[in-house]
Nanobody
Framework: QVQLVESGGGLVQAGGSLRLSCAAS????????MGWFRQAPGKEREFVAR???????YYADSVKGRFTISRDNAKNTVYLQMNSLKSEDTAVYYC????????????WGQGTQVTVSS
């Protein structure tokens, strides 16, 4: 059974930084594409970033240049380094696992709250 557990959320002032972590178990982590998504109050969940098993990355325009996704296959963990945070980054952040390109993100974590105060 796949389990994804996010951590690292919290309250930060605008302009500050946070690093989210997502620890995976029950999955062949190194072969999966891992993604980060977020959902703000009253809004639909949106894509933030993803990293393929090759290490290639892709970002939403809204976070490009500020957020960095990375992975440590030895630790079965994916990270999201968030810099220059803005109030509009406030959301619950979720990590998700995609078994192969084009597949759905079938497995999700429980989410971690990020609140950016202005």
């Amino acid at each position: 059974q796949v389990q994804l557990v996010e951590s690292g959320g919290g309250l930060v002032q605008a302009g500050g930084s946070l690093r989210l972590s997502c620890a995976a178990s029950g999955v062949t982590f190194s072969s999966y594409t891992m993604g980060w998504f977020r959902q703000a109050p009253g809004k639909e969940r949106e894509f933030v970033a993803r990293i393929r098993r090759s290490g290639s990355t892709y970002y939403a325009d809204s976070v490009k240049g500020r957020f960095t996704i990375s992975r440590d296959n030895a630790k079965n963990t994916v990270y999201l380094q968030m810099n220059s945070l803005k109030s509009e980054d406030t959301a619950v952040y979720y990590c998700a696992a995609q078994p192969f390109t084009g597949a759905e993100y079938a497995d999700w974590g429980q989410g971690t709250q990020v609140t950016v105060s202005s």
